[in-house]
């Protein structure tokens, strides 16, 4: 059994995702062979998916919209990236299509969420499982009618799919297949928090410890911000964020931010799926910086009111170091959501390759 991932190089979260869920997988039919088809950096998949085997296609299969940092959007430029990948999707799919056809075994094709996964999954005449908390759909029909046909066309890609794996802080999603709703998507750490204290040389209790990190998207923040709040460690992984400030530790590069989550209170973050769900499941609460022109923002910032202790600032809030780390973060108004969304995706596939 071959299960072929077309996995959205738009950013990180995508590919934490499918980790998360292939891990699982791998834990419950480990002879089962994993093919990542994504532009997903190699360095980027091996911390993700740690011991687990898998090989690794270097395709792009959708554009997403392109940022001008972890904030700021492009559409101009997403619009011409859209027009360069149709011409270049069609040769793709033919040696995708030829090598697959190589492969023994059956084959099911798992999407979080390019569109074009239709295309590949209908010339093999493989099962097609679209897996995320949106479509692209959802996030270009708010951008104007220049990105219509394009909502349009993912919209019917989508609705080819076998089944769809829906994820928390979901848009809608009106792709009318058979669709399981999952819980959280965690990766799940691999070390010992007590461990990793003492490697870090942290001595400050976890009330003063924050984590910093924008999905590793080039947004820079001047060191003074940091030696604004000398009473707290910051813990980075971002090269970015990287500065010279005595309060400022950098995450070793063998490391998950996630597993330097358990040692800290907060993670200053932007509204981003994966973040959201390592922090839920680990108690952490959520310093949010607001994100403009991205459709799916303003359903993460409601879902962090909701259902995580959380703060909610401006990027010039940000940028101004007004960060707000004195003041107590606030309680959610509903129940925390359930875990273990990682297994449950993980059955759904298992029950779609054993029954080809």
């Known amino acids: ?169 979901a848009m809608p999603m009106p792709w009318n297949v058979p669709t399981t709703v999952v819980g959280l998507t965690p990766g799940r750490p691999r070390h010992d928090p007590a461990d990793l204290r003492r490697r870090l040389g942290l001595e400050l209790d976890p009330q003063h410890t924050v984590l910093v990190g924008f999905g590793g998207m080039g947004l820079s923040v001047g060191r003074e911000l940091f030696e604004a709040w000398p009473d707290h460690r910051f813990l980075v992984a971002d090269s970015a964020l990287a500065c010279a400030a005595p309060n400022q530790i950098r995450i070793p590069a063998d490391l998950r931010p996630l597993e330097v989550l358990p040692l800290c209170g907060r993670l200053l973050t932007k509204p981003g799926y994966s973040s959201y769900c390592e922090a839920m499941a680990a108690g952490v609460g959520l310093q949010v910086v607001r994100r403009e022109g991205f459709a799916e923002a303003p359903v993460l910032e409601q879902a962090v009111q909701q259902h995580s202790w959380h703060r909610l600032i401006s990027r010039d809030q940000l940028q101004q170091g007004d960060w707000q780390l004195h003041l107590p973060l606030l309680p959610p108004a509903r129940a925390p959501l359930a875990d273990g969304g990682d297994g449950q995706a993980a059955k759904v596939l298992q029950r779609l390759g054993r029954s080809l």
């Open 1 to 169: 059994m071959l299960i072929y991932a077309c996995v959205s190089g738009h950013g990180y979260g995508h590919g934490s995702r499918v980790a998360s869920v292939l891990t699982a997988l791998h834990g419950l039919e480990p002879q089962w062979r994993l093919v990542l088809s994504t532009p997903l950096p190699p360095a980027f998949l091996q911390l993700a998916f740690g011991p687990v085997p898998y090989d690794h296609r270097p395709c792009r299969w959708d554009v997403g919209v392109l940022q001008a940092d972890a904030l700021g959007s492009d559409p101009a430029a997403t619009l011409i990236a859209l027009e360069q990948l149709q011409q270049v999707l069609p040769g793709q799919i033919a040696t995708e299509l030829a090598w697959l056809r190589q492969q023994p075994g059956p084959v099911l094709v798992l999407a979080d969420v390019p569109p074009a996964a239709a295309q590949l999954a209908e010339q093999l005449e493989a099962p097609l499982v679209f897996m995320g908390n949106f479509g692209w759909d959802a996030i270009y029909g708010p951008m104007g009618p220049a990105f219509a046909p394009w909502a349009e066309a993912a919209t019917s890609a989508y609705r080819q799919g076998t089944a769809l794996i829906q994820c928390p802080f």
